[in-house]
């Protein structure tokens, strides 16, 4: 069973996180690359990552994607408090903000399989258990990344967790946007993930509560371990590099 540190970050700068998950990356790479050198001096790494945060208003545009998709000029971005990046994960545009779990693995995936579609459909399929838990039905669309509300209607269907990834050598970063008591109005300013007919919702919404974050955090952390066969190690940290 593989070791997985897990680390919540708490209310976390984007650009501070990416770094963060860039050193995380390249510590694991240079493991690999060591070891594949010179086996008999350099033990493989066995210790993965898993980083929880919620980041200040940040929208986000993905390899795939196109700046015609962020609605605000510069302006009207200091307008929101919002800053925006373009970045290194597959995908379109996408938010991130306060009331939001981000979860960012960084797995080597040599550890666990050479596939990044069942990697992408484990975690949406943690992301379903979750909303089970709360009695909602979360779903996939063919062809359409992420875990929906009511997929099977085209004209209700409403995303309620956005994925985007990179893996270099097999191992990940970045990773999936979990709607829990988000602001929703943050997304009329973009066109999410590149989809214009489609709606955003959220846990908050759905259920016309908000949620205790901690306890959403614990239940997908659950799921997480699980579906992955991992076993999570708490840090209980949020300062990135400690």
Not at 166 to 192: E, K, Q
Not at 202 to 230: A, C, I, P, Q, T
Request: proline residues 3%.
């Amino acid at each position: 069973m593989e070791t997985v540190l897990f680390r919540d970050l708490g209310l976390a700068d984007y650009k501070t996180t990416w770094d963060y998950q860039e050193l995380l990356l390249n510590e694991i790479v240079s493991a690999k690359m060591a070891y594949r050198d010179d086996p008999e001096r350099n033990p493989a790494p066995k210790t993965h990552h898993l980083l929880f945060c919620e980041h200040p208003h940040v929208y986000t545009l993905g390899k795939s994607g196109t700046e015609d998709h962020l609605l605000l000029d510069e302006k009207q971005l200091g307008a929101n408090n919002a800053v925006f990046y373009k970045i290194n994960r597959g995908g379109d545009i996408t938010y991130h903000g306060p009331g939001q779990i981000v979860g960012y693995p960084i797995f080597d995936l040599d550890r666990f399989f050479n596939d990044i579609h069942k990697y992408l459909r484990f975690l949406e399929e943690a992301i379903i258990l979750t909303l089970n838990d709360y009695g909602i039905k979360g779903s996939r669309i063919e062809k359409l990344t992420g875990v929906w509300i009511d997929a099977d209607y085209p004209e209700k269907a409403r995303k309620i967790c956005a994925f985007g990834v990179r893996c270099s050598r097999w191992v990940t970063m970045h990773g999936f946007a979990f709607n829990v008591n988000v602001n929703l109005d943050y997304f009329n300013h973009i066109i999410p993930c590149g989809i214009a007919d489609k709606q955003v919702t959220s846990l908050n919404k759905e259920l016309g509560y908000d949620l205790n974050m901690d306890e959403v955090k614990s239940r997908l952390k659950k799921h997480l371990s699980e579906k992955f066969e991992f076993h999570l190690v708490e840090h209980q940290s949020a300062e990135n590099n400690s």
